[in-house]
């Protein structure tokens, strides 16, 4: 028999793009590849890019230079990819700037990887950034037991892709193409595999994932806490997230839900951007911080112990001092658990990149310290607060030290415990004891009830 191809998949950006990762690798199992960690010795790599900001996309270049020189050094005929966000951005680019790739495929188009391989393994190089009419999803397989447990009790669910709301800093509506629901038997189906397989907890992601609309088993049009209220009733199902939400998509039946749904964990992360009305307006962001304060203030009364997150802009075009101190003030007024914050990046194709009023480099570097500064002291307030907390923590992964096992908090902090009675992919209480820069440390109250069950499938270290 052949020994295995081997396939080294590597991830930049959002979740969406470790969920796409995910289910390339699950299609080439099929085709006989195997998952390696080494480039070096791999027969396929694909690179799943990010194009959200410069830096991001300059990644690709850097990891496409240093492939062709290990290809050059060891002789190895691997076969490079290009897959995701700057593939679909600039596709042909690539292959003229990068020789030494063999293929390029959009975000809505790696269903065809197994057709376009064959074609390269004939010589061709080959391209495909249609944004087909046939779902990618209705063709990838099913990860297998072995998969889903390398991954983990914690996994993600694709329910929304795309997205029509055309903010004027961003990429992803032409990356990613426009707003589509997947309907609701289908994300059933894939979530009810995966706690057969020993998940615990769902994370459905989208670039919008609030705007969920998706067709229902009853041909109604389900919302995303419709959808919510039916994944609670899947059997070893403990926890529901949901990211990336919009402020405008934050519907009163998704606020009731975070009351009325232990499942749903106290935790939302809603991208505010900026604290300005006027440049929130820039941005097209369609809403003002009025509406923001106001979402809080109602999350807040659904479920008093919900933390908040969000992303932030610094620097966008004609953003004045006063216009960022609007956004410190909002930080200061909500008091968030956690944070992203970017500096403005110019966009190729984007409306705010042709501004005639950017901000000079060394004012958003400036403002994004100071920024930083903030949200990072009110990080620690929030860690601070947790101690002398109980908390259910899943426990996820192996810690540095023997017998030790890394879990998360409802708050997606990470909880390190010392010989917890119970294994990965399991509940254990825990009572905070410290809070550290990067994690959280406590001690075992209880196996809770809910996790004293066998898993479904044990998920074994
Ligand atoms: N759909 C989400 C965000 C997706 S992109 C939303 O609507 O909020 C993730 C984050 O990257 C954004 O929230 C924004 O803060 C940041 N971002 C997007 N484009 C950017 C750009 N051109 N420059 C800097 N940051 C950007
Ligand atoms: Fe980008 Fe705005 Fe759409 Fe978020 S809502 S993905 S920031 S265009
Ligand atoms: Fe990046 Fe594309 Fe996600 S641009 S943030 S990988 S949708």
Redesign the pocket.
């Known amino acids: 028999m052949d020994a295995p191809r081997k396939l080294y998949v590597k991830s930049f950006g ?1 979740q969406m793009n470790v969920y796409d990762s995910h289910r390339m690798a699950d299609m080439l199992a099929r085709e006989g590849y195997v998952e390696t960690n080494e480039p070096a010795e791999a027969d396929l790599v694909i690179l799943n890019t990010c194009h ?2 410069e830096k991001a996309a300059e990644k690709v270049y850097s990891e496409l230079g240093r492939l062709r020189k290990s290809k050059e050094e060891t002789g190895q005929q691997t076969l490079v990819a290009v897959a995701g966000c700057v593939a679909q951005a600039e596709g042909a680019e690539i292959m003229k700037r990068a020789p030494v790739v063999d293929l390029v495929v959009g975000p809505q188009s790696y269903h065809r990887l197994p057709e376009m391989l064959a074609k390269v393994r004939g010589g061709a190089r080959a391209v495909d950034t249609d944004f087909p009419i046939e779902d990618k999803f209705d063709h990838l397989p099913a990860p297998s037991l072995a998969a889903t447990r390398k991954r983990g009790p914690a996994a993600f669910v694709t329910v929304q892709e795309g ?1 029509d ?1 055309f ?1 004027t ?4 509506p032409y990356t990613r193409g426009a707003e589509v629901s997947r309907p609701v038997a289908k994300i059933m189906a894939e979530a009810q595999r995966l706690a057969e397989q020993g998940v615990r907890e769902l994370t459905l992601i989208g ?2 994932v609030n705007a969920f609309h998706g067709t229902g088993p009853d041909g109604r049009t389900w919302s995303l806490a419709d959808l919510l209220h039916r994944l609670a009733e899947i059997p070893g199902i403990g926890r529901l997230r949901y990211t ?1 939400s ?1 402020p405008r998509d934050m519907g009163e039946d998704l606020i009731a839900a975070h009351r009325d749904l232990p499942a749903l964990m106290p935790y939302l992360h809603l ?1 505010v ?1 900026s604290g300005s009305d006027r440049v929130l307006h820039a941005m097209n962001r369609k809403h003002g911080r009025d509406l923001f304060f106001d979402i809080i203030a109602r999350m807040r009364a659904a479920r008093p112990d919900i933390a908040l997150s969000s ?3 610094v620097g966008f075009p004609g953003e004045t001092e006063a216009e960022f101190e609007e956004t410190m003030d909002l930080i200061a007024k909500v008091g968030f658990a956690s944070a ?1 914050s ?6 190729p194709g ?1 409306p705010a990149a042709d501004h005639g009023a950017q901000v000079e480099e060394s004012v958003k570097t400036e403002r994004l310290h100071r920024l930083q500064a903030s949200l990072e002291a009110s990080k620690r307030a929030f860690d601070a607060s947790c101690v002398g907390r109980t908390f259910d923590v899943l426990l996820e992964k192996p810690g540095r030290l023997p017998g030790q096992l890394i879990g998360r908090s409802p708050y997606l902090q990470s909880v390190v415990v010392n010989a917890p009675p119970a294994g990965i992919g399991e509940f254990i209480s825990v009572t905070i004891t410290e809070a550290g820069p990067n994690s959280l440390a406590g001690k075992v109250v209880s196996v809770p009830a809910s996790a004293s069950e066998r898993p479904l499938a044990a998920m074994e270290a």
């Open positions: 959002c959200i900001r997205c709301k903010c800093f961003c990429v992803v670039q919008n990336t919009h991208p951007q992303d932030f802009i992203y970017f500096k403005y990046s110019p966009r984007t």
